[in-house]
């Protein structure tokens, strides 16, 4: 039984990484049809958002078996029931890029955002694409120091986001109403992007040392 257990948690492991690899290429690939207009990419990234759900479906049917089964104690009944929480967040991770998608395919053929806000939303893009990355890294090692400094590419969303809103608040907004609300659901989109993978970062601490977890 205790070898059965393994392989099947192992199982969760490398199935949360699978996902954290491809909520990585959604979040890159909605920047770009974002920065780009590309409506190919968009559509892509829409289309991909299946495969993201399945294997939350995945991890939630081991995990679900061996609470039942297995009776598993300690650092695997943490690990068991932390498991279904990151596959989740990571699920809604990936459903935020489609969400920034999305937004694109609205708009098409017109720009989903303002020219000069590009830049932003390009440091957006490299943050979340970063904080994934990182992400698939602290799920794979269990390392909680690097899931503790994963707060700084969060915080950089965080500031971008407000940078952002106050843009859009701005006299000298030009762009109407419309773009205004455009541009600040795309930023949050990406702010609770990092929200969720420090959701994930959390859980891995919560994991390895057993100390409660820190919403």
Do not use: C
């Amino acid at each position: 039984m205790r070898e059965d257990i393994s392989t099947q948690l192992s199982q969760i492991d490398e199935t949360l990484v699978s996902m954290a690899t491809l909520v990585g290429r959604a979040i890159s690939n909605a920047t770009n049809a974002l920065l780009e207009d590309d409506l190919t990419v968009a559509e892509a990234v829409i289309a991909g958002d299946d495969e993201i759900n399945d294997l939350n479906a995945h991890v939630e049917e081991i995990s679900t078996r061996i609470a039942a089964l297995e009776a598993p104690m300690a650092t695997d009944l943490r690990l068991v029931m932390g498991a279904i929480r990151m596959a989740g967040s990571l699920e809604r991770m990936g459903d935020l890029a489609v969400h920034i998608a999305k937004q694109v395919r609205l708009r098409y053929p017109n720009p989903s955002i303002p020219a000069e806000l590009k830049e932003t939303f390009t440091k957006m893009g490299q943050a979340a694409s970063k904080i994934v990355d990182q992400t698939g890294e602290v799920i794979a090692t269990r390392n909680t120091a690097l899931a503790d400094d994963m707060k700084k590419y969060d915080d950089t969303l965080d500031d971008l986001h407000r940078e952002l809103f106050t843009v859009v608040l701005s006299d000298d907004w030009a762009h109407g109403v419309e773009a205004a609300i455009d541009v600040t659901l795309l930023s949050r989109f990406y702010e609770r992007f990092g929200d969720h993978a420090v959701s994930v970062a959390r859980r891995v601490i919560h994991i390895v040392t057993g100390e409660p977890y820190a919403k």
